[in-house]
T-cell receptor
């Protein structure tokens, strides 16, 4: 099955600086890569996703890049703000054995924005 | 607010007992997914239902079962509970018939504590 590795596990940046979180996946059949933000006591919230037919997607201060050859994708947050502090999860999804699968998640990155 | 609702918010029970967790998907969504989040295993996919039928299975124990009803709400049944079943249980929903690239929206979760 799919395996997703996520780094780093903790990332501390100064407010206003950029943050980058990286993930690798193992199954070349995976074709959908969402990123979720989880705040304490809440469920994961989708912040951006990318499908395998594009290499980059941007939404205001957030961007995601995908390299299918190397099987890795990254989340980029620019001009970080205190409200960006949370745990971020990458995930991958793809067909396996003829049926749709649930998402396979990375272990998460605790992003800390220092004032 | 994702539009996915889960009840109860918290559940405390004893080992050996059985509990039922309930999920209502977003209006119009036909697929429901269940996930378990624990400190040691992270976020893990358990099972998916689409329009009342089981669609995909992940790391779901035999002591656990789920179903989706005609009104599309879903229940996750956990029996013969063990201490290690203590975790957050999330439900997610998506619109289409299990397309692996479909966006999944997560509910707020049910925190289960087994004493």
């Amino acid at each position: 099955g799919e395996n997703v590795e996520q780094h780093p596990s903790t990332l501390s940046v100064q407010e206003g600086d950029s943050a980058v979180i990286k993930c690798t996946y193992s199954d070349s059949a995976s074709n959908y890569f969402p990123w979720y933000k989880q705040e304490l006591g809440k469920g994961p919230q989708l912040i951006i996703d990318i499908r395998s037919n594009v290499g980059e997607k941007k939404d205001q201060r957030i961007a995601v890049t995908l390299n299918k050859t190397a099987k890795h994708f990254s989340l980029h947050i620019t001009e970080t703000q205190p409200e960006d502090s949370a745990v971020y999860f990458c995930a991958a999804s793809g067909y396996s054995g003829g049926g749709a699968d649930g998402l396979t998640f990375g272990k998460g990155t605790h992003l800390i924005i220092q004032p | 607010d994702s539009g996915v609702t889960q009840t109860p918010k918290h559940l405390i029970t004893a080992t050996g007992q059985r509990v039922t967790l309930r999920c209502s998907p977003r209006s119009g969504d036909l697929s429901v997914y269940w996930y378990q989040q624990s400190l040691d295993q992270g976020l893990q996919f358990l099972i998916q239902y689409y329009n009342g039928e089981e669609r995909a299975k992940g790391n779901i124990l035999e002591r656990f079962s789920a179903q989706q009803f005609p009104d599309l709400h879903s229940e996750l049944n956990l029996s013969s509970l063990e201490l290690g079943d203590s975790a957050l249980y999330f439900c997610a929903s998506s619109a289409s018939p299990g397309d692996s690239t479909d966006t999944q929206y997560f509910g707020p979760g049910t925190r289960l504590t087994v004493l």
